[in-house]
C-alpha cells in the first residue's frame, strides 16, 4: 500500500513537473467558442496565452466533475492504495465539492483537502504534501498537517490588465476603461479562500512596490517550506524584473523561490502580464 498525491490542474503544474514529483492530476477544461481544451494536457501553458491573446474569444473553465474523480479513486481502490486530493480553494471553484462528493463509496482511502488557494498558493499546499508523503506520513496524518499549514499560505499578485475580469464579469466595463486609461494596476491576495483586492497603483512599478511592502509587513517568509514566483503570459521578463528591483526586501531569499507559469484556468481571469509570490508565512 502506498500513499498517492492528486491535485487538480489549477495548481499550475506541468504533466512533466507533476510526473517528476509522482503525483496525478486531474485537469479542469478550458473552452474557446466550441472547442473544449484539457488544462495541461491538450492545451499548455504557452499555447493558451497565444490564443488568449491571438483571438476576440473570451475562453471560459470548467470544473472537474464527480465522475472524473470517481474514475481516479477507482483506481487507487484497485491498488489498494490511499490518498490525498488537493483542490483549487471552495469558493473560487466547485472542484472541491465535486471531490468530496465522489468520495462516498472510498471513503476510507481519499481524503480531500480545500487548499484556500489557487494557483502557486496551491502548487506549495500540493508540494508539502508530495515532502510529507516522502517521509513516510500515512494520507490520514498529511491531510491533517496540510489543514493547519494551508493557514499559512500567502498569495499576492499585481494584474497589469483590468480587460478579462470585465470579460468574465468581476468588474464593469467602466470601471475597466478607466483603470486602463489611468493605467492602475490591482494588487490582489488570497484570504480565507477568496480574492481580495489589497490596493490600486498606478503603473507597474508602484504596484510592484506595494506588493512588496504588504508582504513586508507579514511575519516573514519561511524559507525552509515551498516557495514560489508565477508570471501570467508568454515570457517571465515581468517576472526577472521584478526579482532584481526587489531583491533586497527578500533579504536575498528570492534565490530559493522556484518559477512556475500561470496556466490555462487562473488566466482566463487575470490575463497576461501578472505576477504573484506565494509563501509560508513564519
Given at each position: 500500500?502506498?500513499?498517492?498525491?492528486?491535485?487538480?490542474?489549477?495548481c499550475?503544474?506541468l504533466?512533466?513537473?507533476?510526473?517528476s514529483?509522482?503525483?496525478?492530476?486531474?485537469?479542469?477544461?478550458?473552452?474557446?467558442?466550441?472547442?473544449?481544451?484539457l488544462?495541461?494536457?491538450t492545451?499548455?501553458?504557452?499555447?493558451?496565452f497565444?490564443?488568449?491573446?491571438?483571438t476576440d474569444m473570451?475562453?471560459?473553465?470548467s470544473?472537474?466533475?464527480?465522475y472524473?474523480?470517481e474514475?481516479?479513486?477507482?483506481?487507487?481502490k484497485?491498488?489498494?492504495?490511499t490518498?490525498?486530493?488537493?483542490?483549487?480553494?471552495?469558493?473560487l471553484?466547485?472542484?472541491?465539492?465535486?471531490?468530496?462528493?465522489a468520495t462516498?463509496?472510498?471513503?476510507?482511502?481519499?481524503?480531500?483537502?480545500?487548499?484556500?488557494?489557487a494557483?502557486?498558493?496551491e502548487?506549495?499546499?500540493?508540494?508539502?504534501a508530495?515532502?510529507l508523503r516522502?517521509?513516510?506520513?500515512?494520507?490520514v496524518?498529511?491531510?491533517?498537517?496540510?489543514?493547519?499549514?494551508?493557514?499559512?499560505?500567502?498569495?499576492?499578485a499585481?494584474?497589469?490588465?483590468?480587460?478579462?475580469?470585465?470579460k468574465?464579469?468581476?468588474?464593469?466595463?467602466?470601471?475597466?476603461?478607466?483603470?486602463?486609461?489611468?493605467s492602475?494596476k490591482?494588487?490582489?491576495?488570497?484570504?480565507?479562500?477568496?480574492?481580495?483586492?489589497?490596493a490600486?497603483?498606478?503603473?507597474n512599478?508602484?504596484?510592484?512596490?506595494?506588493?512588496?511592502q504588504?508582504?513586508?509587513?507579514?511575519?516573514?517568509?519561511?524559507?525552509d517550506l515551498?516557495c514560489?514566483?508565477?508570471?501570467?503570459?508568454?515570457?517571465?521578463e515581468?517576472?526577472?524584473?521584478?526579482?532584481?528591483?526587489h531583491?533586497?526586501?527578500?533579504?536575498?531569499?528570492?534565490e530559493?523561490?522556484?518559477?512556475?507559469?500561470?496556466g490555462?484556468?487562473?488566466?482566463?481571469?487575470?490575463?497576461p502580464?501578472?505576477?504573484?509570490?506565494?509563501y509560508?508565512e513564519?
Open positions: 500500500m502506498s500513499v498517492r498525491i492528486i491535485a487538480d490542474s489549477a499550475d503544474l504533466p512533466e513537473q507533476a510526473k514529483l509522482n503525483i496525478e492530476l486531474v485537469p479542469l477544461k478550458t473552452r474557446f467558442g466550441e472547442k473544449e481544451y488544462d495541461g494536457i492545451m499548455n501553458h504557452e499555447e493558451f497565444k490564443k488568449l491573446t491571438g473570451f475562453p471560459t473553465t470544473q472537474i466533475t464527480p472524473e474523480c474514475e481516479v479513486y477507482e483506481r487507487i484497485e491498488a489498494g492504495d490518498a490525498v486530493f488537493i483542490t483549487i480553494s471552495s469558493k471553484s466547485g472542484c472541491y465539492q465535486s471531490a468530496c462528493l462516498q463509496e472510498y471513503e476510507d482511502m481519499v481524503h480531500v483537502v480545500d487548499s484556500e488557494n494557483c502557486v498558493g502548487r506549495l499546499l500540493v508540494e508539502l508530495v515532502r516522502d517521509e513516510g506520513k500515512s494520507a496524518e498529511i491531510a491533517e498537517i496540510l489543514e493547519e499549514q494551508k493557514k499559512r499560505i500567502r498569495l499576492y499585481v494584474l497589469d490588465t483590468l480587460e478579462y475580469m470585465k468574465g464579469g468581476r468588474i464593469s466595463s467602466t470601471a475597466a476603461f478607466a483603470g486602463n486609461l489611468l492602475i490591482p494588487v490582489i491576495a488570497i484570504e480565507d479562500g477568496a480574492i481580495t483586492l489589497l490600486k497603483a498606478r503603473g512599478k508602484n504596484a510592484n512596490k506595494k506588493m512588496t504588504f508582504i513586508q509587513q507579514g511575519q516573514g517568509i519561511d524559507y515551498p514560489c514566483l508565477a508570471y501570467s503570459g508568454l515570457t517571465e515581468i517576472l526577472d524584473r521584478y526579482s532584481a528591483d531583491k533586497e526586501a527578500y533579504e536575498d531569499g528570492l530559493q523561490f522556484s518559477k512556475s507559469s500561470i490555462c484556468v487562473i488566466g482566463t481571469h487575470i490575463g502580464g501578472a505576477i504573484a509570490v506565494s509560508f513564519k
